[in-house]
């Protein structure tokens, strides 16, 4: 079969470049079929272009890539999928089936599909999924509307296969980074977060390596790690520094962490494999005095590395009292961080801990914003116990402190 796979991130603030698109490229590659990219980043008429990409190539289906709903933060909140829905109707118009997929996509699955009337849809990583559908269409059995991409996976380590079709040229120009993962998955379960309790499948280290090695061929020394969050394991992590040092050699790269674990060796390993710049995810509930000693210990010895620390704190959990999101603000303003941005906004999506917290006790609901009694959630709902003015008082103007919304840029471009 011939598949359009399908960029319709539109996003600028930055521009993030698709590797995702390119891992399954790899993928279909070593598959009988053949595939083609759109990338409608930056079209000044993506319905249009997509239209003359379909003449082109005449394809037998469309992929699109979802990988946001909408940008999260409530301030000036812009939502995605009216725009994929559209480019499905066009798809569906010129006679293709329509499968999606994505990040983005795998929050809400179902509702998207439901919504946009695409066909199919693959949550989860779609590496082996999407090539499983295209031969059962091939062969024309029947198809299920959604796939699990984890189900196809029998073990949690996988050698995935990147093969750049992207032009990363106008990314960089306008301050994009080449992004790469080691990992997919969760087994954490924060209480807003959409990735928690999802089988962890890994990268193995050697095919990071010869990845990183095979963009620094290319002229690109700049990374972004596309995990969520780095240390899930520690031996892991590990593993993937010393493959990056033994392939490419060090790079400058950035990324993303959760407080637990650490260890005095994953910060000597990050910073000899060329890690500048850690973004720390902390919520008001990682709070107390045994709390704060072991962050001021993983403070202490990024700072032995020289290794920068920005903090991602959300604040403003069901039952929180304000006076425990002050000490974790005057906790922090004493520690050695780039940067703290402050969100008490929080993006409800359905079977996250704090959805089902508002399902269970339904005087939250007075602290919700757009909701509706007959709400599915996909439109925009969000959760606020403390006000920007609230919020405000606790940070006064530290330039230190942002409120989270406002200011566009990500962590690499403040603190870089």
């Given at each position: 079969m011939r598949i359009l796979l399908?960029?319709?991130n539109r996003y600028h603030y930055p521009p993030v470049i698709p590797a995702g698109l390119e891992y399954l490229y790899g993928h279909?590659?070593?598959?009988?079929?053949?595939a083609y990219v759109l990338d409608l980043c930056f079209s000044e008429n993506p319905l249009q272009e997509l239209v003359n990409k379909i003449n082109e190539i005449?394809?037998?289906i469309a992929g699109i890539s979802i990988r946001h709903i909408d940008t999260v933060l409530y301030q000036f909140n812009e939502f995605f999928i009216y725009e994929v829905k559209e480019y499905v109707e066009i798809c569906k118009k010129m006679n293709l089936k329509v499968v999606l997929g994505g990040v983005g996509y795998s929050i809400m699955p179902s509702e998207i599909l439901n919504y946009t009337g695409a066909d199919y849809g693959v949550c989860g990583p779609g590496e082996l999924a999407l090539v499983k559908l295209l031969d059962d269409l091939e062969k024309g059995e029947s198809v299920p509307a959604l796939s699990d991409?984890?189900?196809?996976?029998?073990?949690?380590?996988?050698e995935f296969i990147r093969t750049k079709i992207i032009d990363y040229s106008e990314y960089i120009k306008k301050d994009g980074i080449v992004g790469f993962r080691t990992q997919t998955g969760c087994t954490d379960n924060c209480f807003f977060c959409t990735e928690g309790?999802?089988?962890i499948i890994y990268s193995t280290p050697e095919s990071v390596g010869r990845e990183i090695y095979e963009l620094k061929q290319r002229g690109y020394f700049h990374f972004h790690l596309c995990d969520s969050e780095f240390n899930l394991n520690l031996d892991h992590c590990i593993n993937i520094c010393k493959a990056i040092i033994e392939y490419a050699g060090p790079v400058?790269?950035?990324?993303y962490m959760k407080p637990e674990p650490f260890s005095a060796d994953l910060f000597r390993w990050l910073k000899i494999s060329g890690a500048t710049l850690i973004t720390l995810s902390i919520d008001t509930k990682t709070s107390g005095a045994e709390s704060y000693k072991r962050l001021a210990e993983f403070f202490r010895l990024a700072g032995n590395e020289t290794i920068k620390i920005a903090i991602d704190l959300s604040i403003g959990h069901p039952y929180e009292k304000i006076q425990q999101t002050k000490e974790m603000i005057d906790f922090l303003n004493k520690q050695p961080v780039e940067t703290v941005g402050?969100?008490?906004y929080y993006r409800v999506y359905p079977g996250t801990p704090l959805h089902k917290l508002i399902s269970n006790d339904k005087k939250l609901i007075k602290y919700l914003i757009n909701w509706k009694p007959?709400?599915?959630y996909l439109l925009p709902v969000f959760y606020n116990l403390f006000s920007i003015k609230q919020v405000r008082k606790l940070i006064g103007y530290n330039p230190k402190f942002r409120i989270e919304g406002f200011d566009k840029n990500t962590n690499y471009q403040r603190v870089n």
């Open positions: 399908i960029n319709a279909l590659q070593k598959s009988i079929h053949d005449k394809p037998d991409g984890f189900s196809f996976f029998t073990d949690n380590k996988y309790k999802t089988q400058n790269w950035t990324l402050v969100n008490s007959d709400t599915n």
